[in-house]
């Protein structure tokens, strides 16, 4: 069955960096979006980064432009968040996550609805 695993978080002061990790098992990540997204105490959870199948198109999030890229290792069927010139609002939980059907156009699926399985998260912290 589907699984997605999320690595990396952990404290970190501001300006510094941090990669998460996904790690897929159950389908191959290059032929569907990921997606990640965050959820910090009291608020919603919202989309940070996707990227749709065989990296033609992401699709980043306002607050993140500049600072966080994707990037996926099909070798290791795992999707990686490189998070750059952290924020203390950028603590949250993040997650990842996968379709269940294939975007075969360029559009990139950016909305939590679009998802349908789930990382149980990994929670990043920007302090100092």
């Known amino acids: 069955q589907v699984q997605l695993v999320e690595s990396g978080g952990g404290l970190v002061q501001p300006g510094g960096s941090l990669r998460l990790s996904c790690a897929a098992s159950?389908?191959?990540?290059?032929?569907?979006?990921i997606g990640w997204f965050r959820q910090a105490p009291g608020k919603e959870r919202e989309v940070v980064i996707c990227?749709?199948?065989?990296?033609?198109?992401?699709y980043y999030a306002d607050s993140v432009k500049g600072r966080f890229t994707i990037s996926r290792d099909n070798a290791k069927n795992t999707v990686y968040l490189q998070m750059s010139n952290l924020k203390p609002e950028d603590t949250a939980i993040y997650y990842c996550?996968?379709?269940?059907?294939?975007?075969?156009?360029?559009?990139?699926?950016?909305?939590?609805?679009?998802?349908?399985?789930w990382g149980q998260g990994t929670q990043v912290t920007v302090s100092s």
């Open positions: 996550a996968t379709p269940r059907r294939i975007y075969y156009s360029n559009y990139v699926p950016h909305n939590m609805s679009e998802y349908d399985y």
């Open positions: 159950g389908f191959t990540v290059d032929y569907y979006a």
């Open positions: 990227i749709n199948r065989s990296e033609r198109r992401t």
